[in-house]
């Protein structure tokens, strides 16, 4: 319990005045030189609020540059956002950070957030700075706004409805096998470009804020593909009451996943299992479908369907041939 | 980089259904069963956006009990709100725990989070559970309501206004030095009540939030004391332009810390700079003091008249003879 102690205007201070106060452009932020911000929701719109966090040797590696890691602990918070229909409106930040962090770490972490903030519209409202024994450990809560009672909730699935799902599936979990063992990449066969695509995605997802407003249109149920397709997808019929029947062929691979794939091993069920995805899984009526795609091409990301929405309970992953995969582990779980 | 995994049901799943689903009373939480969370201020409020973390070893003892350690959690967060007059509605949690937490820790702690909640009325919304090779991290982001434009904040001191505290300072920071040297409490004099008063001072604080409406009525000025008053007092000057003089006779304390400074040694210094407190510290026109301290004392808690506002900068305690009191390190920082 050993307590440093600065002069009136102390190291937190400066630091945060150094380093955070430019992100700050918020004006409910205060310049972050008050104890709380502010946040004013347009009439008739309400508040989305999420909180995710990431901590070092858990949800990255320790010798991850320091942007990367700025950029995906307010990344996976932005995905649930977009998963629900909201516009970002800010975050508030915890950064807990061991004695042995450099200043020029704290300097990297602040350009990558500043960069991510800015490229979302999502400033920096507020936060805290702490010392721990511990690793590298980031809080984020985000906040967005939507127009009340629009929020496009997991439970809204209907049976008939398709499933659909953006990008593209298992890179990141990929990435993370790369990243453990980098020797995998001669055996999966994959190019340099390839490589670097499933390390990438890893290091730093894309969350699909542009597609809210397509979602909120014509979305029944979403959901952020943070702990695989798989697993995610039975949370949403579980909360929905309903059964999803997945054709596994569908499923949208990179040209690097489906290199990886074509080398054999069970990739399968890292690739539909492994989370890290920070893709989106919804639901749409049938007769909304092109709709919805051609609003996501609008907004630059494809969406595939891979599926349909059935009575029963579970997601049922099969294969073209009509087999049911079956997964050791259907959803990642740190507990 | 190790992932466990688990069925469909994940632990991370059951975890939050047995223990802090319990706690999601609020409509917007939605059972914790969807990814994020709804807040609606009233119409013509504001949302009020604070975010504060404790860490094991850092700012509790790993062997604090699990309730202790959930509502300092809560409460650290509770105390910002009461500060600048807002109203709790709920807060989103990320508890981070090393893999030797026992279910047991897990229970106690949700069953002191649950109680938390209710007494103040800020409903859990959301949260994330992660694993940590580090100590137990927790950060708690809490929201309130109030009116649009009405937020008191560290920025409205005017020349002339009379500076104000609640309860009594320096009893926490005593604590901290009592569960650090329990010997020393001899050395104080201190009975087992008082010895006991300031163990729990530190160990729980006790957010004012009874104020909040009393500060939004008459402050002109107000943030809450948790790095020292000498110090954060002087954060407020700074932010209101101006500079306080403080008759630190004046400055409230409890039987227990009375004593422990007839007792010698430099207490003083501890007593007006060691943080923890939370208290507030609020600046108020001469015409609303009295009534300022009869809202308080309905709502339960003494204000205490200890200074006044004047032009320049710095906050200055002077003893009655006059004499200007030094600091060594007048405001706590983790940096």
New interface residues.
């Given amino acids: ?1 050993a ?6 205007q ?6 945060i005045a150094r380093y955070f106060k430019p992100l700050a452009r918020h004006p ?1 932020a ?1 310049g972050l ?9 347009p ?1 008739g719109h ?10 070092g ?3 990255f ?1 320790p010798n991850d540059p320091a942007a990367a890691v700025a950029r995906k602990a307010l990344r996976v918070n932005l995905s ?2 977009a ?2 229909g ?1 516009k970002p409106a ?1 975050f ?3 950064l ?1 950070l061991p004695k042995s962090v450099s200043g020029k770490w704290i300097a990297d972490f602040a350009r990558g957030l500043g960069a991510d903030a800015e490229r979302y519209n999502c400033p920096l ?11 590298v ?1 980031i ?1 984020i ?1 985000a ?2 706004t939507l127009p ?1 009672g629009t ?1 496009v ?3 809204g699935a209907k049976v008939g409805d398709r499933v659909v799902v953006s990008g593209t599936i298992g890179d990141a979990a990929l990435g ?1 096998k790369l ?2 063992a980098p020797a995998i990449a001669k055996h999966w066969n994959l190019d340099a470009a390839m490589r670097k695509h499933l390390l990438g995605r890893y290091l730093v997802p894309e969350p699909r804020n542009a597609l809210a407003e397509a979602l909120r249109a014509h979305a029944s149920a979403a ?2 593909v943070s ?1 695989g397709l798989a ?1 995610d997808l ?2 949403l019929c579980r ?1 929905s009451g309903v059964a999803a029947e997945i054709n596994a062929a569908r499923v949208p691979l990179s040209p690097a996943a489906r290199k990886a794939l074509l080398a054999g091993g069970k990739l399968i069920e890292t690739i539909l ?1 492994g989370g890290d995805d920070y893709e989106i899984v919804a639901t749409v009526a049938p007769s909304k479908v092109l709709s919805l795609m051609a609003a996501a091409r609008a907004a630059g990301v494809a969406f595939c369907e891979i599926g349909v929405v059935r009575p029963g309970q ?1 997601a049922q992953f099969r294969t073209p041939s009509g087999k049911a995969l079956s997964f ?8």
Avoid: C, W, Y
């Fill in positions: 319990m307590k440093a102690r600065a002069e009136i102390s190291g937190e201070d400066r630091l409910g205060f030189e008050d104890d709380a911000a502010i946040l004013s929701p009439a309400e508040v989305v609020l999420k909180t995710d966090a990431i901590v040797g858990m949800h590696f649930d956002l998963a629900k909201a800010g508030l930040l915890s807990i409202m507020g936060g805290d700075t702490d010392r721990t024994n511990g690793p450990t809080s809560a906040f967005g009340a929020m909730r997991r439970s993370l990243r453990q959901m952020d702990d697993g039975a949370k909360a299992t579970g050791a582990r259907p959803s990642f779980s740190h507990f």
